[in-house]
């Protein structure tokens, strides 16, 4: 069992910047890829990053790239996304996603993944 938890969504201004977090207990995280998801009100949940288990490979939704990043510190057990230039059509629960996998493949279908996070409100005010 691998427990997620999210952390560092709030309130923010168009163009403002938001870091957060995902620190996972319960096993090591070098064993999965991890991605961050979003899900807005009335919209299905969404592929927003993922990077693979080393590090080494990450992939983004087109609608992010050039603004956000994700990064994982495997030493700590936790994962980042970093956020920048955010817009309010960034405004989401953002969910934070572990899959056991042997590869370096990312995946974007949630379904794929095993574990997840509680969620975060990441609001963006226009």
């Known amino acids: 069992q691998v427990q997620l938890v999210e952390s560092g969504g709030g309130l923010v201004q168009a163009g403002g910047s938001l870091r957060l977090s995902c620190a996972a207990s319960?096993?090591?995280?070098?064993?999965?890829?991890m991605g961050w998801f979003r899900q807005a009100p009335g919209k299905e949940r969404e592929f927003v990053a993922g990077?693979?288990?080393?590090?080494?490979?990450?992939d983004y939704v087109d609608s992010v790239k050039g603004r956000f990043t994700i990064s994982r510190d495997n030493a700590k057990n936790t994962v980042y996304l970093q956020m920048n230039s955010l817009k309010p059509e960034d405004t989401a629960v953002y969910y934070c996603?572990?899959?056991?996998?042997?590869?370096?493949?990312?995946?974007?279908?949630?379904?794929?993944?095993?574990?997840w996070g509680q969620g975060t409100q990441v609001t963006v005010s226009s």
């Open positions: 996603a572990a899959e056991m996998i042997q590869s370096a493949s990312i995946h974007r279908l949630d379904y794929q993944y095993d574990y």
């Open positions: 990077v693979s288990r080393s590090g080494l490979y990450k």
């Open positions: 319960g096993r090591t995280l070098s064993r999965f890829a």
